[in-house]
């Protein structure tokens, strides 16, 4: 296990999450910061958003990612190359357009950084699972999750501090070049050697993923499962940087607090989740897991009551990123579990896609509850909204028990 852990396989996918990871929070949390900077209502906010959706549409336009192969750098990597440097310029754009540009226009800007995002992981995810081995895919998915983490953890917290320093503009354009640096890093990861042919044909590459899928028993129903499972924990997180500056926390503070605590949880609740994972199973790990991220939803009404006091603060965002990071670490598995191995690129990015959709839909009520209700009530709501998903495993126990011996075998 030492030797899978410290190969230099393991830092390529390292290198590949950090990638992945820097993204998303700017065109989320951190735009939302730059947004309530500007005067934009919890509404609008809400309602921009929605460019997340892109994250849920990716497996529309992933079937084109597995049919051709750009002329440079093999079939994965020439895709992420393009794509990072794509993202890099997107980055550019939006920090010369911000706000006070027009808010359509940087709607368009955010929604074209967020396709491009998407774009890069669906690559990234499909090479990595064409390059580890069998014995490597716990390895590999914990050292994705890790970069994954410390990148998005840079580009919100980092992003909060250096805005407060340098201002919006600056930081996006920092940023941009973060970007740009890993198309170097992207060149030098190894290419994945091609254990089966790509798809000879669009209709190839969509049709037999899909009917291998749907073709298992009560899939419809797992998929329900799969979606309500992170409903509350998504509806909870989705306006977070502003429920915290409506609190009275500054950037700096926000940034500053959120710096280690997130960090630090996260990485703490991925290990601590694989290791109890092995323990207790994957249906006892999604509800232990689940109740837990219900509960830690709570601690965000304590900190509205209480108001500002950083300890309090740091307590409720260690609590909800500790747990909420065991969450994923059993929701990975139970995608793992859904996936055949022949289609496991397409399948993945359709699967983390529905896995998503409450994050990336549930911004616009989350921003009209907050203003109408108070955040404190809003946060007690977003614990009943979870109880549904931890009723639907409950319910699919046993057709999930079987998902988590199919991945064994």
């Excluded at 084109?64 to 093999?74: A, I, Q, V």
């Excluded at 089966?196 to 037999?208: I, K, Q, S």
């Amino acid at each position: 296990m030492k030797s899978v852990v410290a190969s230099p396989r393991m830092l390529a996918v390292l290198v590949l999450g950090l990638a992945s990871g820097l993204p998303y929070n700017l065109t989320d949390a951190t735009l939302q910061a730059w947004l309530k900077d500007s005067g934009v209502s919890n509404t609008t906010i809400g309602l921009l958003s929605l460019v997340g959706l892109a994250y849920t549409l990716k497996p529309l336009w992933a079937p084109l990612l597995d049919r051709y192969t750009p002329p440079f750098l093999g079939r994965r990597r020439g895709w992420i190359v393009i794509f990072q440097l794509a993202l890099a310029l997107a980055l550019v754009w939006m920090a010369d357009h911000g706000p006070d540009g027009g808010l359509v226009a940087l709607a368009v800007i955010a929604v074209t950084v967020a396709a491009l995002s998407a774009s890069q992981d669906i690559v990234i995810d499909a090479w990595r699972t064409d390059l580890v081995n069998a014995n490597e895919r716990g390895p590999a998915a914990t050292a994705a999750n890790l970069g994954y983490r410390a990148a998005a953890w840079f580009a919100f917290s980092g992003a909060l501090i250096l805005a407060d320093q340098v201002g919006w503009r600056v930081t996006y354009l920092i940023m941009a070049c973060c970007m740009a640096a890993f198309v170097v890093a992207t060149i030098f990861v190894p290419e994945p050697p091609l254990r089966a042919p790509p798809p000879r044909t669009l209709l190839e590459a969509v049709r037999d993923p899909l009917a291998q899928l749907m073709g298992n028993p009560g899939m419809l129903t797992l998929l329900a499962a799969l979606v309500l499972y992170k409903v509350g924990d998504a509806f909870a997180l989705k306006l977070f940087t502003p429920f915290l500056m409506d609190v009275g926390f500054s950037k700096t503070e926000i940034g500053a607090v959120t710096k280690t605590v997130m960090l630090v949880a996260n990485l703490a609740g991925s290990v601590l989740g694989g290791l109890l994972m092995v323990r207790l199973g994957l249906v006892r790990a999604l509800l232990i897991f689940g109740s837990l991220q219900a509960i830690a939803n709570l601690g965000y009404s304590v900190v509205a009551v209480v108001g500002h006091d950083l300890g309090v603060m740091a307590v409720a965002v260690f609590l909800d990123n500790f747990v909420g990071a065991m969450g994923n670490t059993a929701l990975v598995v139970f995608i793992m579990g859904l996936c055949d191995v022949r289609f496991s690129a397409f399948q993945y990015a359709l699967l983390s896609a529905i896995a998503v959709l409450p994050r990336n839909l549930l911004g616009a009520p989350a921003g009209y509850l907050s203003d109408h209700i108070g955040w404190a009530a809003f946060f007690v709501v977003t614990f009943f909204t979870a109880l549904p998903g931890l009723a639907m495993v409950w319910w699919q126990r046993a057709r999930i028990a079987t998902l988590e011996q199919r991945s064994d075998g």
